[in-house]
């Protein structure tokens, strides 16, 4: 007989913010736009993520089928994808990506909209102040 456990861990720290003028002017697909996040959760969190494994929820599928492959044929999500495998590596995260609807993505979409009422009740545990995200990050 076998069992499995699972155990959920919430995170309570968040981020949201304007796209800088390079990156809401150049060519960015809606794809890179929508893993730079999940990359930028890891690069920021991944200490607190150590050991542990993590399903990455997307409303996006090309988004669930790059990090579950860990490749695309764009150069610029190839980066992305790179500094994301690299974090995992460093922080021992084993991790996959799952759809999700993007009804059921409130969180993600509420701050993705600046609806700060909004996400503050589909997310009530989460921190009163946002975490703040490496400048460096933005030249990925």
Known sequence: ????????????RWFQGRWPAHIRDGA???AWKEMFPIVAAVVVWGQ???????????????VKHIINK??????????????????????DIRFKAAHVGT?????????????FH????????????LSTLPGWLWEI
């Open 1 to 12: 007989m076998s069992s499995s456990l699972t155990h959920r861990v919430m995170i309570t």
């Open 48 to 62: 607190d993520l150590k050991g542990m494994q993590v399903i990455f929820f997307t409303d996006n599928m090309s």
């Open 118 to 129: 909004r996400f503050r009740s589909a997310a009530p545990h989460a921190a009163k102040e």
């Open 28 to 30: 960015f697909s809606i």
């Open 70 to 91: 860990q490749t695309s044929h764009c150069p610029k999500i190839m980066a992305l994808v790179r500094h994301f495998v690299l974090a995992c590596l460093k922080y």
């Open 103 to 115: 009804k059921q993505n409130t969180i993600a979409d509420s701050l993705s909209r600046s609806q």
